[in-house]
């Protein structure tokens, strides 16, 4: 009997640490750096809960929020989150008369400064998204457009709230 | 069981364990290598996101561990070669893509992505061959490398691309329209690499900045993008379209010297675009400063002519919008003591014509002519300097003087182009051009000179007879021959069938002369003799009967189509005998 309440002891403990280390594997609690960028829904230095892995990353849809890693002059890194707009094989486009950017011709979101030279239409190139912010950028933080592509390998997971 | 059996069964299962971990001691040290390789060529891709040049000094010296480790690495090769590209070392991507091809086909896989990369280094060192058949040879050799790689993977559209970049190195005009199939399967394929895009987007802009200048071509180029511009045909819009491809394409580079090398090349095209497009000031001002920043920035991608038509240009637009240190600014750097490119001279003295008509006030118009005034001596008196030069900068000067009304200064800069010396060497345009200009400024201001006009516009047409200005400054002058007021009328000492014909006769500036002049009555010659102010006379040779008689005249002279006119007269006998009376 008692042989048997410690091997149902040692089972637990062992289901636990595999429950636990597949929980680490998935997902993480991360902060975001100090930008406004997806206020209101996502608030500057609050922590957000991240699922990662490749399927995550492979199966993202429009409109869900990621999480990726940019690198600002080569060195420092900074954890942004940003919203999917577009896939890979997308076309993006900029409607400059009504400030709209539009994917595969369908309406989406506000153009924020800097993308411009887009309006003729871009394709989003494999294992790469074009990521949106829900607030535009401050005029300090204007970027051109290649930072509004963010190549899989950056991407730490999906926002989970 | 005994204790016997007991002890060789678990003697057994020992050698079994032992045996397996022997094994596993092997395949674990094997992969060893293929740890370190694979760990070497992940810090390698962290590199790779950076984008600077010291991260890819850094990712070289991964790549090279990670090699080392595992030779037959095959991301790790591709990756070299993609290095290779970045550090414009053909040799390095030979070497990668070729160890790849190696690799693949021993392990029997597809060598789309090999051959890529193959035809990627000779287009590389294509720069480095001088001899045109051989630059011929290697660059079909990288077009069939990218065909193949094509038809292997038709879905991607990397080597689509690299087969349109290698079509545009062929000089002939027809290339193009194979360059833009190409492109037009890449959009097709919707499936880019990163790299790719930014270099299909710059081929395309690449491709339309070339094509606009042949209709034909243009035509041709827009039916095989498939665009969803309809008129992209349209060469001014291609012209312009080109330029945002080019945009496009810095924009979305990654690395700073790949924006570099785009922007150099956006710079020419937008050059083109700002001088005749009519475009918004905030546009204009931006294209120029780009134009502008680059001609100034970047000493080695441009020719020394590509240079001086950056600056001449970027002095024309900021004339435009009254910059007048930007104009003396970029015109001094227009200007080569080494030789200055034509086209250049012509802009610069457009831009120092610009900034006197548009000066708001009379001290502005005479400083910028006297900047311009000094730019234009400052080329005639150059050292050394060629016929076209000097006449370039006498008609430079000569239109400066003309914007500022001084119209004097102006002929006299005009006319002393005219020396045997300078006019030789002019083509017949070019002389018709000079001489035409003399008779504008002839015909200019309050002193005017008809008569001297008129001899300048009629060697112009000897020059050249196309030349429609002169051809309407010499139709003006010159005039249309007009016979005016033709009567009859009884001469003091003469009788009534002997009447006086007279006509006045005219035609622009110069007079007609009585020997183009010819008289009928009735079909009978008479002779004529000219008087004041274009009038004729006339009277007949053998004395008219009572009655009406027709009377025509034709007149005619240099450079005006001749002119007739019929009347006819009464001869009354009537009156003369009431007068004897």
Request: positive net charge; contains cysteine.
């Given at each position: 009997?008692?042989?048997?309440?410690?091997?149902?002891?040692?089972?637990?403990?062992?289901l636990l640490m595999i429950g636990l280390y597949y929980v680490g594997r998935t997902y993480s609690i991360?902060?975001?750096?100090?930008?406004?960028?997806?206020?209101?829904?996502?608030?500057?230095?609050?922590?957000?809960?991240?699922?990662?892995?490749?399927?995550?990353?492979?199966?993202?849809?429009?409109?869900?929020?990621?999480?990726?890693?940019?690198?600002?002059?080569?060195?420092?890194?900074?954890?942004?989150?940003?919203?999917?707009?577009?896939?890979?094989?997308?076309?993006?486009?900029?409607?400059?008369?009504?400030?709209?950017?539009?994917?595969?011709?369908?309406?989406?979101?506000?153009?924020?400064?800097?993308?411009?030279?887009?309006?003729?239409?871009?394709?989003?190139?494999?294992?790469?998204?074009?990521?949106?912010?829900?607030?535009?950028?401050?005029?300090?933080?204007?970027?051109?457009?290649?930072?509004?592509?963010?190549?899989?390998?950056?991407?730490?997971?999906?926002?989970?709230? | 069981?005994?204790?016997?059996?007991?002890?060789?069964?678990?003697?057994?299962?020992?050698?079994?364990?032992?045996?397996?971990?022997?094994?596993?001691?092997?395949?674990?040290?094997?992969?060893?290598?293929?740890?370190?390789?694979?760990?070497?060529?992940?810090?390698?891709?962290?590199?790779?996101?950076?984008?600077?040049?010291?991260?890819?000094?850094?990712?070289?010296?991964?790549?090279?561990?990670?090699?080392?480790?595992?030779?037959?690495?095959?991301?790790?090769?591709?990756?070299?070669?993609?290095?290779?590209?970045?550090?414009?070392?053909?040799?390095?991507?030979?070497?990668?893509?070729?160890?790849?091809?190696?690799?693949?086909?021993?392990?029997?896989?597809?060598?789309?992505?090999?051959?890529?990369?193959?035809?990627?280094?000779?287009?590389?060192?294509?720069?480095?061959?001088?001899?045109?058949?051989?630059?011929?040879?290697?660059?079909?050799?990288?077009?069939?490398?990218?065909?193949?790689?094509?038809?292997?993977?038709?879905?991607?559209?990397?080597?689509?691309?690299?087969?349109?970049?290698?079509?545009?190195?062929?000089?002939?005009?027809?290339?193009?329209?194979?360059?833009?199939?190409?492109?037009?399967?890449?959009?097709?394929?919707?499936?880019?690499?990163?790299?790719?895009?930014?270099?299909?987007?710059?081929?395309?802009?690449?491709?339309?900045?070339?094509?606009?200048?042949?209709?034909?071509?243009?035509?041709?180029?827009?039916?095989?993008?498939?665009?969803?511009?309809?008129?992209?045909?349209?060469?001014?819009?291609?012209?312009?379209?080109?330029?945002?491809?080019?945009?496009?394409?810095?924009?979305?580079?990654?690395?700073?010297?790949?924006?570099?090398?785009?922007?150099?090349?956006?710079?020419?095209?937008?050059?083109?675009?700002?001088?005749?497009?009519?475009?918004?000031?905030?546009?204009?001002?931006?294209?120029?400063?780009?134009?502008?920043?680059?001609?100034?920035?970047?000493?080695?991608?441009?020719?020394?002519?590509?240079?001086?038509?950056?600056?001449?240009?970027?002095?024309?637009?900021?004339?435009?919008?009254?910059?007048?240190?930007?104009?003396?600014?970029?015109?001094?750097?227009?200007?080569?003591?080494?030789?200055?490119?034509?086209?250049?001279?012509?802009?610069?003295?457009?831009?120092?014509?610009?900034?006197?008509?548009?000066?708001?006030?009379?001290?502005?118009?005479?400083?910028?002519?006297?900047?311009?005034?000094?730019?234009?001596?400052?080329?005639?008196?150059?050292?050394?300097?060629?016929?076209?030069?000097?006449?370039?900068?006498?008609?430079?000067?000569?239109?400066?003087?003309?914007?500022?009304?001084?119209?004097?200064?102006?002929?006299?800069?005009?006319?002393?182009?005219?020396?045997?010396?300078?006019?030789?060497?002019?083509?017949?345009?070019?002389?018709?051009?000079?001489?035409?200009?003399?008779?504008?400024?002839?015909?200019?201001?309050?002193?005017?000179?008809?008569?001297?006009?008129?001899?300048?516009?009629?060697?112009?047409?000897?020059?050249?007879?196309?030349?429609?200005?002169?051809?309407?400054?010499?139709?003006?002058?010159?005039?249309?021959?007009?016979?005016?007021?033709?009567?009859?009328?009884?001469?003091?000492?003469?009788?009534?069938?002997?009447?006086?014909?007279?006509?006045?006769?005219?035609?622009?500036?110069?007079?007609?002369?009585?020997?183009?002049?010819?008289?009928?009555?009735?079909?009978?010659?008479?002779?004529?003799?000219?008087?004041?102010?274009?009038?004729?006379?006339?009277?007949?040779?053998?004395?008219?009967?009572?009655?009406?008689?027709?009377?025509?005249?034709?007149?005619?002279?240099?450079?005006?189509?001749?002119?007739?006119?019929?009347?006819?007269?009464?001869?009354?006998?009537?009156?003369?005998?009431?007068?004897?009376?």
């Amino acid at each position: 009997m008692e042989k048997i309440k410690s091997l149902i002891w040692y089972a637990t403990i062992m289901l636990l640490m595999i429950g636990l280390y597949y929980v680490g594997r998935t997902y993480s609690i991360g902060m975001i750096e100090d930008f406004r960028l997806m206020e209101p829904v996502i608030k500057p230095n609050s922590m957000i809960l991240i699922k990662k892995g490749t399927s995550v990353i492979r199966n993202l849809k429009r409109d869900d929020i990621i999480v990726y890693w940019r690198t600002l002059d080569g060195k420092t890194s900074m954890r942004i989150a940003g919203r999917i707009a577009a896939l890979p094989g997308q076309i993006i486009t900029v409607n400059l008369k009504e400030k709209r950017v539009y994917v595969d011709g369908v309406s989406i979101a506000n153009a924020p400064a800097g993308i411009e030279v887009l309006e003729t239409g871009i394709i989003i190139p494999r294992d790469t998204a074009f990521v949106m912010f829900d607030s535009p950028p401050q005029i300090e933080q204007r970027v051109g457009p290649h930072a509004y592509f963010v190549r899989f390998s950056d991407i730490e997971g999906r926002v989970t709230r | 069981m005994t204790t016997q059996d007991y002890q060789i069964g678990v003697g057994l299962q020992a050698c079994l364990v032992a045996v397996f971990g022997i094994f596993a001691t092997f395949m674990g040290l094997g992969s060893v290598h293929e740890y370190k390789a694979r760990a070497s060529y992940l810090e390698a891709v962290g590199q790779r996101e950076y984008g600077t040049e010291a991260s890819l000094r850094v990712l070289e010296v991964s790549l090279g561990k990670a090699l080392q480790e595992k030779p037959d690495l095959a991301a790790a090769l591709m990756l070299r070669g993609w290095l290779g590209i970045e550090l414009n070392d053909p040799k390095v991507v030979k070497e990668s893509y070729q160890k790849l091809k190696d690799v693949q086909q021993n392990k029997g896989l597809p060598q789309g992505i090999a051959d890529n990369g193959l035809g990627c280094a000779l287009i590389m060192e294509i720069g480095t061959i001088k001899e045109a058949d051989a630059r011929k040879k290697v660059l079909e050799q990288a077009y069939q490398l990218f065909v193949s790689a094509a038809k292997e993977d038709w879905n991607n559209a990397d080597p689509h691309v690299n087969a349109a970049i290698c079509k545009l190195y062929y000089p002939e005009r027809s290339a193009l329209v194979a360059a833009a199939e190409h492109l037009a399967d890449a959009k097709k394929s919707k499936n880019f690499s990163y790299d790719a895009l930014v270099s299909y987007h710059a081929a395309l802009g690449t491709l339309l900045v070339r094509a606009h200048l042949d209709k034909n071509v243009a035509q041709q180029v827009a039916d095989k993008l498939h665009d969803e511009d309809k008129e992209l045909y349209k060469t001014g819009r291609m012209l312009v379209r080109g330029a945002n491809e080019l945009e496009k394409a810095a924009a979305i580079a990654r690395t700073e010297s790949l924006k570099f090398k785009l922007n150099t090349h956006l710079a020419l095209a937008q050059a083109k675009i700002v001088v005749w497009a009519p475009l918004p000031k905030r546009t204009l001002i931006d294209m120029c400063n780009n134009i502008a920043w680059q001609a100034e920035k970047n000493k080695t991608n441009y020719t020394p002519q590509q240079r001086q038509m950056l600056f001449s240009t970027a002095a024309l637009v900021h004339s435009r919008i009254g910059a007048r240190d930007a104009v003396a600014k970029y015109a001094r750097n227009a200007v080569s003591k080494k030789g200055t490119d034509i086209g250049s001279l012509i802009q610069v003295g457009a831009a120092y014509v610009n900034s006197i008509q548009r000066a708001g006030t009379p001290l502005e118009r005479s400083e910028h002519l006297k900047n311009g005034v000094a730019y234009a001596q400052q080329l005639i008196a150059t050292p050394g300097a060629d016929t076209a030069t000097v006449y370039m900068g006498k008609r430079i000067l000569a239109n400066m003087y003309f914007s500022y009304g001084d119209f004097k200064s102006a002929l006299a800069t005009l006319q002393s182009a005219d020396a045997p010396e300078t006019i030789g060497d002019l083509s017949s345009a070019e002389q018709a051009a000079l001489y035409r200009n003399i008779a504008i400024v002839q015909l200019s201001g309050k002193e005017k000179d008809s008569v001297g006009a008129l001899e300048s516009a009629r060697k112009a047409m000897a020059a050249n007879k196309e030349d429609a200005i002169a051809k309407q400054i010499l139709a003006g002058l010159a005039g249309q021959i007009q016979i005016l007021n033709i009567k009859a009328s009884q001469g003091e000492k003469l009788p009534p069938s002997l009447p006086i014909i007279s006509a006045k006769i005219t035609g622009g500036v110069e007079a007609v002369s009585a020997e183009n002049v010819a008289i009928e009555i009735d079909g009978t010659a008479v002779e004529v003799k000219a008087g004041n102010g274009g009038m004729f006379y006339a009277v007949p040779q053998k004395p008219l009967s009572e009655g009406t008689h027709k009377v025509k005249i034709t007149a005619s002279a240099q450079d005006r189509e001749p002119a007739t006119a019929e009347s006819e007269i009464v001869v009354k006998f009537d009156d003369f005998i009431k007068a004897a009376r």
